[in-house]
Antibody, heavy 115, light 109 residues
């Protein structure tokens, strides 16, 4: 069965970076794009960007341009999302989701930014 | 990209129908047949309910249906059930990425 398993919760200080992983299984890794979506406490869903698992090409939301990097490791079927220069407003649950229709989601990774 | 506009909440009694609107622009909802809808319970992961405006993944009850007209997409829940009380989000392809709606809480009276 399709699974996206994300890394555990993180606590970071303002100005630091965080790298969240998303390990895919149950399907052909290179077949479907992966999105990254975040949700701040009590807020809605926010699209951050997308990565092509075949060539590694990316497309980021304008809001995160210059601060986010999405990569993948085909040898381990794992996707990564790194967000830099963190502020308290980056405190959120970060999700990976598969395919243009977001048909499968990871369990979410809580990133807390606090001094 | 600005978030798509959804009503903050809609409500209905069991058995009734409710419709959630999702208003965007010709650059997103009105320009592509790529609107999807997600159900999210508090503290849980979003679940795909509708994709490509009208298509329903296997396992999603046929009480859920989608449509669109111009720059507005809609999700209709027919025969409302207590378990349908949750938050619902629309999402549209927007040419240079994707954009989510502001979210709607469905309240079952």
């Amino acid at each position: 069965q399709v699974q996206l398993v994300q890394s555990g919760a993180e606590v970071k200080k303002p100005g630091a970076s965080v790298k969240v992983s998303c390990k895919a299984s149950g399907y052909t890794f290179t077949s479907y794009y992966i999105h990254w979506v975040r949700q701040a406490p009590g807020q809605g869903l926010e699209w951050m960007g997308i990565i092509n698992p075949s060539g590694g090409g990316t497309d980021y939301a304008q809001k995160f341009q210059g601060r986010v990097t999405m990569t993948r490791d085909t040898s381990t079927s794992t996707f990564y999302m790194e967000l830099s220069t963190l502020t308290s407003e980056d405190t959120a649950v970060y999700y990976c989701a598969r395919r243009e229709r977001f048909d499968y989601w990871g369990q979410g990774t809580l990133v807390t930014v606090s001094s | 990209q600005s978030a798509l506009t959804q009503p903050r909440s809609v409500s209905g009694s069991p058995g009734q129908s409710v419709t959630i609107s999702c208003t965007g622009t010709s650059g997103d909802v009105g320009g592509y047949n790529s609107v999807s809808w997600y159900q999210q319970y508090p503290g849980k992961v979003p679940q795909l309910m509708i994709y490509d405006v009208t298509k329903r993944p296997s396992g999603v009850p046929d009480r859920f249906s989608g449509s669109n007209s111009g720059n507005t997409a809609s999700l209709t829940i027919s025969g409302l059930q207590a378990e349908d009380e949750a938050d619902y989000y629309c999402c549209s392809y927007a040419g240079s990425g994707y954009v989510f709606g502001t979210g709607t809480k469905v309240i079952v009276l």
